[in-house]
């Protein structure tokens, strides 16, 4: 039986002025490791492991409205989706299409677009089953290596894929996607295997032999070195997002679509690291 | 040994028997005295360790206002642990019923109530919920998040739903019960009543509401089930024993009882008369039946038992000319039909709302019921009638040609084939298919052959492919529509809205909550506003197109307007309802709930120039 221990990292936000300021995520990806209670008291559900990233896109600061928001409601609404069982682990696109159409029944009228990137583990078959909408993404680190990754999905340059509820009066202006449009693949994992979900903030900084730098410096896979990992990953992306003379991922991008651009992207940049581990309970 | 000894020896022996006997008697007196004064709580030996459950399934409800299929304000929420408590606000993630208050009985649709309800009957909504374990109940809590204070009732069922073998016998015995009182505070509680015990073992408890006194939706988040696997110890009643409730189980008890003793006794004995009966004989036959108007049904049955005269009085059918069996639907079963047949060959008004449920009645004993009594029925109440079948839609349609008002509301297990009998009924005036499986076919066909109609409820029916073409028939097909109800219908556009502007201009009462294909930016509200001058009532909940033009040509062109609903726009300012409200003399509800330009300030502003109107402002935190 394998387990996915989850850890979730600092959420670098960076605000006007372009400091950094933490924000820590709300430790509920933690509790997604459930098991059995004792069948005498309260009732849980099980239910598989379940990781979720969500990247508000950011220009609907200028219309007033907290891109944060859209995609914080998106993700909780996944996650009581999946918390309820109401969803299949080999169908995480259902997911995401079932938490978009919840989000409309909410009595207060949400605006914002997000991405959105889901990976579930089912334990039983040991395959993990993935849905990607949009830049952010996800890789599978086997023995120092990718064997796994998303594909980014975008209209043009720096235009992802995005989920969207627009205001009524900019209903044909703003890009919104249906939740089917997102990539969905699915694969065996194996005992050791590190799955890392991230915005694109990381991606757009750092590129793949830099990530893959760091994961190899972790040595087991007990909670404070999968922190300390992560951590230094998002941080080292978060310096090249400073760095005016880098040749980021995204300025090497740019520079192939004919802009002539150098240096990282600041961003949020948010780096979710887990493991796959023996099951214990 | 002389024999002497031995007599003592018995006599001894006899002697203190005798006084162990007394003994034990006195003691045992003095524990039923310090009984008596123990209160309800404590009841358990500290042997019965509790069980503590959250609700496993949501099983049964009679409304909710989220959408089916959804897990918004929908009563499955209910079901396991709180997402909310002790938070308190308007969420999502509670259960939520379909109504509040009185607002829903003061609109053109109301209904008028049945004679002879029993005035300890309020329920005005139901949710039925299981738990994984059968325990014999110390405590129900319920986690009430907005509102509370609604629950009026709470009962528990005898029979297992998990259990693959169907029980021999099912019971409901009621665990608390309270007239609706107001409470005082919007926020969250844990409500914990005193509930009476039980002696079988439960794992499916049910809850009633009633909303009249709330000032808006009330939303609960779990109920929690305290119990002893084990039934506890003292077999002595220990709750304080109340005299009005031992009547409330006289009632519970003899109410299926006295319909069947009643026909045994009349069938078998002759009633003697006593010779002095206060001269109550010589009181006009009219008056008598005035007198016993006034009885609740059971007292009605009752009272036939005492001699002949008030049999004869109690069983003319003139008494049961309105039938509300809707109270009773924990006992009401087939036996008790068949034995009301006899008299109940003239009812116009009949309420079989809730009844028949697990096994209580069967299609037999509906049909057989119905032969009987349904060629002068003119309204028949069925709402969460869940043992009703194609079959018996058939017989309505051949039994009740002068049928004027049906009411199938969340009758949800109908097959959608069932619905083809209704268009039989040409007379109807009123039908109700909330939350129904009806099809467009179907439903096609009876707005084509109804043409009487007058109230029509189409909430939540989620099967209906286009309400377009669906609106479309009635604008014109149903000229005499005076209310339409079409909350959560997800495909109507600015088309169909034009159709029934056009073809339905009686109509007062326009329920278009929930239906977000509809774009103010069509001028489909303004339509609505221009051709419909009668409207009473306007829901355009939670679409977040309407603006301030729509406001302003509602209160240039709808002046009799009560209730008004624009929850969650981001479009309506507080200039343009103060229009409406200047216009509007008769306005009593507005509802503008996450409108995002009407802050609190607002609506204190509004509050003080329109004192008599109840400007709702929901809120999440």
């Known amino acids: ?281 | 040994m002389s024999p002497v000894f031995p007599m003592l020896t018995v006599l001894t022996m006899f002697y203190y028997i005798c006084l162990r006997r007394r003994a034990r008697t006195a003691t045992r007196g003095e524990m039923m005295n310090s009984h008596r004064t123990i209160e309800s709580n404590s009841r358990t030996s500290p042997l019965h360790a509790e069980v503590v459950q959250y609700a496993r399934e949501v099983v049964d409800f009679s409304s909710h206002y989220g959408s089916e299929n959804s897990m918004s304000y929908t009563m499955w929420n209910l079901a396991g642990v709180p997402n909310v408590f002790p938070s308190s606000g308007d969420f999502t993630q509670t259960a939520v019923f379909r109504t509040y208050g009185t607002w829903w009985d003061q609109c053109p649709s109301a209904s008028l109530p049945f004679k002879r309800t029993p005035p300890n009957f309020q329920s005005q909504d139901y949710v039925e919920l299981t738990f994984e374990q059968q325990v014999y109940p110390t405590a129900v809590h319920v986690l009430e998040t907005y509102h509370p204070g609604a629950v009026i009732r709470i009962l528990a069922c005898s029979a297992n739903p998990y259990s693959p073998i169907p029980p021999a016998e099912v019971r409901w015995e009621i665990l608390w019960s309270e007239r609706p009182t107001k409470v005082n505070a919007s926020q969250a509680r844990q409500f914990k009543p005193c509930i009476k015990q039980i002696n079988f073992p439960t794992n499916l408890i049910r809850l009633e509401v009633n909303s009249s006194l709330l000032d808006y939706y009330t939303e609960l988040d779990a109920v929690v089930l305290h119990g002893t696997k084990d039934k506890p110890v003292l077999s002595l009643k220990t709750s304080l024993i109340d005299m009005n409730d031992l009547e409330d189980d006289d009632y519970e008890e003899k109410d299926g009882c006295g319909m069947d003793s009643l026909n045994k006794k009349f069938s078998s004995t002759a009633l003697r008369e006593g010779p002095n009966n206060g001269y109550f004989d010589k009181l006009p036959y009219e008056l008598i039946q005035l007198i016993l108007n006034h009885l609740t049904l059971p007292d009605l049955c009752r009272l036939a038992q005492t001699c002949k005269l008030l049999n004869q009085h109690c069983c003319d059918p003139l008494q049961y000319i309105h039938l509300n069996l809707q109270p009773y639907w924990a006992k009401l079963n087939d036996t008790s039909l068949e034995f009301l047949q006899a008299r109940c060959t003239l009812v116009q008004w009949l309420n079989l709302s809730w009844t028949g449920n697990r096994g209580f009645i069967s299609v037999a004993g509906f049909s057989r019921f119905l032969k009987v009594c349904g060629s002068e029925l003119v309204r028949l109440e069925l709402s969460c009638s869940h043992f009703l079948n194609e079959t018996c839609l058939e017989i309505i349609s051949e039994m009740c040609p002068n049928l004027q008002d049906l009411n199938l509301s969340s009758c949800d297990k109908l097959p959608p084939q069932a619905f083809n009998h209704i268009a039989k009924l040409c007379g109807l005036r009123r039908l109700v298919l909330y939350r129904t499986k009806i099809e467009q076919t179907a439903l096609l066909s009876i707005l084509n052959f109804c043409s009487e109609l007058q109230h029509l409820s189409l909430g939540s029916c989620i099967m209906i492919e286009d309400y377009d073409v669906i609106a479309s028939m009635i604008g014109a097909k149903c000229k005499k529509l005076r209310t339409l109800d079409l909350w959560r219908c997800k495909n109507i556009t600015e088309n169909g809205i034009a159709e029934l502007a056009s073809g339905c201009p009686l109509l007062e009462e326009l329920d278009l909550g929930w239906c977000p294909t509809l774009q103010s930016s069509t001028g489909c509200f303004a339509r609505l506003a221009r051709q419909l001058p009668n409207l009473q009532k306007l829901f355009l909940t939670a679409n977040r197109s309407v603006c301030d033009t729509d406001i302003e040509e509602l209160a240039c062109n709808c002046t009799r307007l009560r209730q008004l609903d624009i929850l969650g726009t981001r479009m309506v300012s507080p200039a343009s309802l103060r229009k409406l409200l200047e216009s509007c003399k008769d306005l009593c509800l507005l509802d503008v709930s996450f409108c995002s330009q009407i802050d609190n300030r607002a609506v204190l502003e509004l509050n003080v120039s329109f004192p008599n109107v109840f400007i709702k402002k929901s809120f999440t935190q």
């Open chain 1, 1 to 281: 039986m394998f387990s996915v221990i989850i850890y979730e990292l600092k959420h670098f936000n960076h605000n006007e002025s372009g400091n950094l300021c933490h924000q820590n995520l709300v430790p509920q990806l933690r509790l997604t490791l459930r098991g059995e209670i004792n069948p005498i008291t309260l009732f849980f559900h099980w239910f598989d492991h379940f990781l979720r990233v969500a990247d508000g896109v950011g220009g609907w600061r200028d219309y007033g409205v907290d891109p944060s928001q859209f995609s914080g409601t998106l993700m909780r609404t996944c996650e009581r989706l999946v918390k309820e069982g109401r969803f299949v682990p080999s169908n995480p696109i259902g997911i995401l299409t079932t938490s978009y159409c919840e989000l409309l029944q909410n009595k207060v009228p949400l605006l914002g677009s997000s991405t959105a990137c889901i990976v579930v583990l089912d334990r039983t078959s040991h395959r993990l089953h993935t849905a990607n909408l949009g830049d952010s993404g996800f890789l599978v680190v086997r023995g120092g290596e990718v064997v796994h990754r998303s594909d980014e999905q975008q209209h043009y340059f720096n235009t992802p894929f995005q989920l969207s509820i627009a205001p009524p009066e900019a209903e044909g202006v703003v890009l919104s996607d249906s939740p089917d449009a997102a990539d969905s693949t699915s694969f065996d994992v194996q005992l050791g295997d590190i799955i890392l979900t991230a915005t694109d903030g990381l991606f757009d900084n750092m590129p793949d032999y830099m990530i893959l730098q760091e994961l190899k410096k972790l040595k087991n896979s007990n909670y404070e070195s999968i922190q300390q990992t992560a951590r230094s990953i998002a941080e080292q992306a978060h310096e090249l997002a400073y760095d005016p003379n880098y040749m980021s991922p995204f300025a090497q991008f740019a520079c192939d679509n004919g802009l002539n651009v150098r240096g990282g992207k600041p961003d949020d940049i948010t780096v979710l690291l887990s493991i796959v581990a023996e099951y214990t309970d």
